[in-house]
C-alpha cells in the first residue's frame, strides 16, 4: 500500500527499494512514513493515501490475479503469461530466444 502511495507522488521505484533495503529491520508504520520522508514525499498526501486505502481494491484484485495462476509470494516471473523458473544465465537466454521465436 504504502509503495502504491509514493507512486502516486511518483516515487515508486525509489520507495520499493528503500522498503527492500530496510525489511530485515521490519515495516513499522513509522519506518513507513520515515522512507516517504526520506524521499521527499508530500506527507500529507502520503498519509491521506495509507489512511484512506486508497489502492486496495487493485492490490486484492493483483493478489486474487497471482494466486489464480498458482502465484503464493514473491519473487515470481512471468513470461507469455507463464510462471517460470529460471537459475542461470544461460537458461534465460535460451528461454528468452524460445519465447521470442515464437513472437515472431
Do not use: K
Not at 507512486?7 to 513509522?30: I, K, M, N, V, W
Not at 513507513?32 to 524521499?39: G, K, S, T, V, Y
Not at 489512511?51 to 515470481?76: C, F, K, V, Y
Not at 512471468?78 to 517460470?84: E, P, S
Request: include cysteine; glycine fraction near 8%; proline fraction near 2%.
Amino acid at each position: 500500500m504504502a509503495s502504491e502511495c509514493a507512486a502516486d507522488q511518483g516515487q515508486f521505484p525509489a520507495y520499493h527499494d528503500a522498503l527492500f533495503e530496510r525489511q530485515a529491520s521490519g515495516l513499522s508504520q513509522e519506518i513507513l512514513h520515515r522512507i516517504a520522508q526520506d524521499l521527499g514525499l508530500d506527507r500529507s498526501q502520503f498519509e491521506q493515501c495509507l489512511n484512506s486505502r486508497a489502492h486496495e481494491s487493485d492490490i486484492l484484485a493483483g493478489m486474487d490475479e497471482a494466486r489464480a495462476i498458482g502465484i503464493q509470494g514473491t519473487p515470481a516471473i512471468l513470461v507469455n503469461g507463464h510462471r517460470v523458473t529460471v537459475g542461470s544465465l544461460d537458461e534465460w537466454r535460451d528461454l528468452l530466444q524460445s519465447e521470442l521465436a515464437v513472437a515472431r
